[in-house]
């Protein structure tokens, strides 16, 4: 039994010593674990104005939750997500917590969030503001209650998120909820 225990670590021993020592190279360097960014474009300004990735977002105006007037060119310079959603899609309420998190760790580097909340959508404008004192949400929510902004992003399903750079280039256009690593490795990419 003594000699069955002495076999037994000795193996493990082995075992711990390949992997640290000969299977190292196969494991991933930081190198290829660091994200890629977006690349920089070298005249922004000569890029047409539309919705898809490769576009300069088209500037808007709309009225926070606080009443307080949002517009989007003057964020121009800041890394942004701009999410479309509504207070009773399950893939917004999964997600918002996220965006929250993530807004609280990036804002002091230059990100913002503007979450346009699709008021047409709700029953009632007091679901918007309950949603957002619910889960806490400190970044500006701009409420959408004409569908202007929804309609000419052609928002169909919620949330719908676009990524755009600090140059308002949209860098991408993701339909449907996100999960935490993905909303935090494709702010990091945006130059």
């Not at 069955?4 to 360097?29: E, G, Q």
């Not at 898809?52 to 709309?62: A, C, D, Y």
């Not at 600090?166 to 909820?177: A, C, P, V, W």
């Amino acid at each position: 039994m003594k000699r069955l225990l002495i076999m037994a670590a000795a193996a493990i021993l082995v075992l711990y010593l390949v992997d640290t020592f000969i299977l190292m190279d196969n494991k991933p360097s930081e190198e290829i674990l660091k994200i890629e960014k977006y690349e920089e474009v070298n005249n922004p300004n000569e890029l047409p104005i539309g919705i898809e990735p490769g576009n300069r977002v088209p500037n808007f105006e709309l009225t926070d939750i606080e009443g307080k007037k949002v517009i989007l060119e003057e964020l121009r310079g800041k890394k942004l997500l701009l999410n479309f959603w509504a207070s009773w899609c399950p893939p917004c309420k999964e997600e918002m917590p996220y965006m929250q998190e993530m807004y609280e760790k990036y804002q002091k580097d230059g990100y913002e969030i503007l979450a346009v909340n699709s008021t047409v959508t709700e029953k009632n404008r007091q679901d918007a503001v309950d949603f957002v004192k619910k889960y806490g949400l400190t970044f500006p929510i701009p409420m959408d209650e004409r569908n202007e902004v929804s309609s000419r992003f052609e928002i169909l399903t919620y949330p719908t998120s676009l990524f755009i750079d600090s140059d308002g280039i949209i860098r991408s256009r993701i339909i449907g909820g996100v999960n935490k690593e993905f909303l935090e490795d494709e702010l990091k990419r945006l130059p």
